[in-house]
Structure formats: structure tokens, C-alpha cells
């Protein structure tokens, strides 16, 4: 162990096997609570409320996993700038639909277990130029078949910004190293730190 604290992400759980390989290089790993977002006062994301201590009580107990990172609620005007300049990145929007296309493991985080990804994976969907105002809008509304597609890629893309913002934000303000076994979101983030100029330890867990 080299005494240093991990954050995982994107997401409030990992693998029993990928938590095992990160305790043996972090003192501690941190771990979010499930994420939530608010959009508009009646529509929103939805989580499980679970979290890794409900798995692993003694490793809580000896102080190895860390939790209790709030990242749900309403976003800030600050992450709404943020997610949008994601949405305008064509590297990051090329990174985001290729992974959608081809990583079983990223297509798993955002579509629930056996949905069909057919209508998502054209590739003219990272042409699409949405906005986090056009999601919120299209989530207010009773949309057709075809608008219904849309606004659930534009949640899967906004969802993804924002696990990752939260992401640099909470490592920031504790000092955490940013950490992943997931070689898609490793990228988005990668990215985001270029085009930033963000300074930020990462590590990801390689297969």
C-alpha cells in the first residue's frame, strides 16, 4: 500500500475482485453514494441506494472503504457549464458513443440488463448537438417514440458527465486519486483533464 486514498468511479459499487486488487495499493477507498439527478423539479435519474459498506461491513469497520460522497440532488450552474462543454466535445462524444458501441462493461452501466441497444449505436447520434437545457426539456414533456429515444441518449450522456465532474470534483476537495476499472470512463476522463488543464492522479485497473 502506498497510503494514499482512492475514489472510485463512475459508479457507487465495484467488484468484490476489482475492490480486493484496489485495497492492495490504496490505504482506503472511497466510494460515492448512488447518484441521483435532479433535472427539473418532477423529473430526475434514479439509482439503487445501496452501498459498498452494505457489502463489506468489515472492511468499513477497519476503516479500508470509505463512503457517505454525496452526488445527487439538483446540479449547480457551475456542473450545467461543465456538462455542457462535455456535450459540445466531439473527442469526448466520439470516446462516449464508440464504448457505447463496443465496451459490454460501459453499455452495462447506463441501459438496464437485457435492453436492446440497437436504436443508440448509429453513429449520427455523435452528431447529435444536444444540450443539457434540450434533455431537461425533452424530460418534461410526453414525447413520441422516436423523442423518446433521444432524450435516453442525451440522459445516458448527461449521467456519464456528470459521475465523472463529481468525480474530479470530490478528489480535488479530499485529495483522492481517481480511480477505475473501467478503460472507457479512464478515457472520458482523460480527456476532460486535457481539455481542462485539470491535474488530477488517476489510476486504472487493468484487466
Not at 472510485?8 to 477507498?29: A, G, M, W
Not at 455542457?84 to 458501441?101: G, N, Y
Request: net charge neutral; with cysteine.
Amino acid at each position: 500500500m502506498t497510503g494514499r486514498l482512492g475514489f472510485y468511479y463512475p459508479f457507487h459499487l465495484c467488484s468484490p475482485e476489482s475492490l480486493e486488487r484496489f485495497l492492495i495499493r490504496y490505504e482506503t477507498v472511497h466510494f460515492r453514494d448512488y447518484m441521483a439527478l435532479q433535472l427539473t423539479p418532477t423529473s430526475g435519474t434514479t439509482a439503487a441506494q445501496d452501498r459498498m459498506g452494505d457489502y463489506h461491513a468489515e472492511l468499513m469497520e477497519q476503516g479500508r472503504i470509505g463512503q457517505g460522497h454525496n452526488v445527487s440532488g439538483p446540479l449547480s450552474q457551475e456542473m450545467d457549464r461543465r456538462i455542457d462543454r462535455d456535450l459540445k466535445d466531439r473527442e469526448w462524444r466520439e470516446i462516449f458513443h464508440l464504448a457505447l458501441q463496443n465496451d459490454g462493461r460501459f453499455q452495462r452501466g447506463l441501459v438496464p440488463e437485457g435492453t436492446a441497444l440497437t436504436p443508440w449505436l448509429r453513429p449520427s447520434w455523435m452528431e447529435w448537438p444536444v444540450t443539457l437545457a434540450e434533455v431537461r426539456q425533452m424530460s418534461r414533456l410526453r414525447l413520441n417514440p422516436e423523442r423518446a429515444i433521444a432524450l435516453e441518449y442525451g440522459l445516458m450522456l448527461v449521467k456519464t458527465s456528470a459521475s465523472l465532474w463529481y468525480t474530479i470534483q470530490l478528489c480535488q476537495h479530499h485529495g483522492f486519486d481517481a480511480i477505475t476499472d473501467s478503460a472507457a470512463h479512464d478515457r472520458l476522463l482523460q480527456r476532460m483533464q486535457r481539455r481542462e488543464r485539470i491535474l488530477l492522479q488517476t489510476f486504472l485497473l487493468r484487466e
